[in-house]
């Protein structure tokens, strides 16, 4: 991603009227009468879906929580257990925003906000995606030899299933289903 002007963690936040970046981010991508909001953990393939879409009905999540600052320079995601959901708690509040505005989001960031969609690939599927990017357009996230981490951050993610909210294979599997429902 584009290098930005992001605040240093330890700055203290306020809350601000955020309509010029919103109005910028219609004019790349599709609003729509009802925000959604996709789950997945890291290496799945979610920049790639929203990098490779014909029409930008997508936006990566990533994006809209360094645009918004919710997310701090640097690898924050190997910081300390609390200090990532200080993060994340962050990201939830931009996720709601974006999502009540219309926006469709893909990421890999909430604490709080319940998501329209969970993916979750085989895990050899997953660890195959890790490693691809690795080798590819690693831009960071876990890679293949925190196998552990792994382990642990799908059961993170998954505990969303556990409260009923649906589950795919595939980022496309999730998509078709959103884009679909009535």
């Known amino acids: 991603m584009e290098e930005n002007n992001l ?20 004019k790349e991508y599709v609003l729509h009468k009802k925000g959604y909001f996709i789950y997945g953990p890291s290496g799945i393939g ?22 918004t ?25 931009i996720t709601h925003i974006a999502r009540e505005m219309g926006f469709w989001i893909i990421g890999a ?8 969609a969970v993916v979750m690939p085989d895990f050899e599927k997953h660890l195959e995606y890790i490693k691809l990017r690795e080798k590819t357009c690693y831009g960071g996230g876990l890679t293949s030899e925190n196998i552990d981490k792994i382990r642990k951050n799908r059961e993170y993610f998954l505990r ?3 409260k009923g909210v649906p589950t795919f294979k595939s980022i496309e599997e999730a998509v078709n289903y959103l884009e679909n429902k009535k």
Do not use: M
Request: aromatic residues 16%; glycine residues 6%.
């Open 109 to 116: 960031s909430c604490v709080h906000a319940i998501p329209d």
């Open 46 to 67: 979610k920049s790639y879906f929203v990098e490779h879409q014909q029409i930008k009905n997508w936006i990566d999540g990533d994006l809209l929580w360094e645009v």
């Open 69 to 93: 600052n919710a997310f701090p320079n640097g690898d924050w995601w190997n910081w300390s257990g609390k200090t990532i959901d200080v993060i994340e708690q962050r990201a939830d509040v």
């Open 160 to 162: 969303f299933s556990q």
């Open 7 to 26: 605040y240093d963690f330890d700055t203290p936040l306020i809350f601000s009227d955020g309509t010029a970046l919103y109005d910028k981010l219609k």
